[in-house]
């Protein structure tokens, strides 16, 4: 069932800061869905054989079965080392000879960057504009090249994956978000200072815990104050379906009592 967020109760909630906040959290429909999909990989994260679900594209990054992934074209015409995060041509038209990997694959050393002989692929880091990447001079781009760590990435999308599992938002949502999204979650987060506007709570030190939303339906622009951001168990108030972890828990209300306001 998809539905969608309710900006009635988001605002209501936002009218009643201080209010205490009861909510609910599911667990084990969580873990259910995430470990299913991880089934269809092997012990190194990976999924070399791609048979009936083929991945797609949601705000420009690759997602399989609502996760997201990385690709390298098995291709031997191909060992340029690069990966594939977005819906670059070259990963669009070899899509049948791509291997699909998981942030913990082996692609990826402890630290988040890619193992030696692997890079980003260019295409992928244009149009999803990470750090500017678009718009970045020769050798900026470079720098965004060899710091590209999928640490740093994951911080700003996990929200947005969780969001994804939990199947918050419609087809139609999905398919309006722009490619450069990634973008968008880096720049409007920062701007947000990872601030819950409802709870004020600082989310700075589990960033997974922060969510944009569009103040208007469709409307993805770059300027902050077209999005509400919210810990998710404010967003949770808004729609109860959104996933949260007990560690999430556990960390907003300790931060919510350690307020400086309070
Ligand atoms: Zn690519
Ligand atoms: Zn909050």
């Not at 295409?123 to 500017?132: D, E, M, P, V, Y």
């Not at 090249?145 to 994951?154: E, S």
């Not at 996990?158 to 939990?166: A, H, P, Y």
């Amino acid at each position: 069932m998809e539905i969608k967020v309710n900006f009635n109760s988001l605002q209501n909630a936002l009218n009643q800061t201080g209010a205490t906040l009861k909510y609910r959290f599911s667990l084990s429909k969580s873990n259910s869905i995430f470990s299913k999909v991880l089934n269809d990989f092997d012990k190194a994260g990976s999924l070399q054989i791609i048979t009936n679900t083929p991945p797609n594209f949601y705000g420009g990054l690759l997602v399989y079965k609502n996760i997201f992934v990385y690709a390298l074209l098995n291709n031997e015409n191909d060992n340029s080392g690069n990966i594939h995060f977005s819906s670059c041509d070259i990963l669009k038209n070899n899509l049948s000879q791509a291997s699909l990997h998981l942030s913990t694959s082996d692609l990826f050393k402890e630290s988040g960057e890619l193992q030696k002989g692997y890079k980003p692929c260019e295409s992928c880091l244009q149009i999803t504009n990470w750090n500017n990447f678009s718009f970045a001079e020769d050798w900026a781009k470079r720098i965004v090249i060899r710091q590209f760590n999928i640490k740093h990435i994951h911080d700003h999308i996990i929200s947005f994956q969780k969001e994804l599992l939990s199947k918050i938002h419609s087809e139609e949502t999905l398919l309006s978000i722009p490619n450069n999204f990634l973008r968008i979650l880096e720049i409007i987060k920062a701007k947000k200072k990872w601030n819950c506007q409802i709870c004020k709570v600082d989310t700075s030190g589990y960033k997974q815990t922060f969510h944009i939303m569009p103040t208007t339906d469709h409307k993805y622009t770059e300027n902050e104050g077209d999005y509400y951001g919210l810990c998710v168990l404010c967003l949770k108030k808004a729609n109860n379906y959104i996933i949260t972890y007990p560690e999430e828990l556990e960390y907003l209300n300790k931060s919510r009592l350690n307020r400086k306001d309070h």
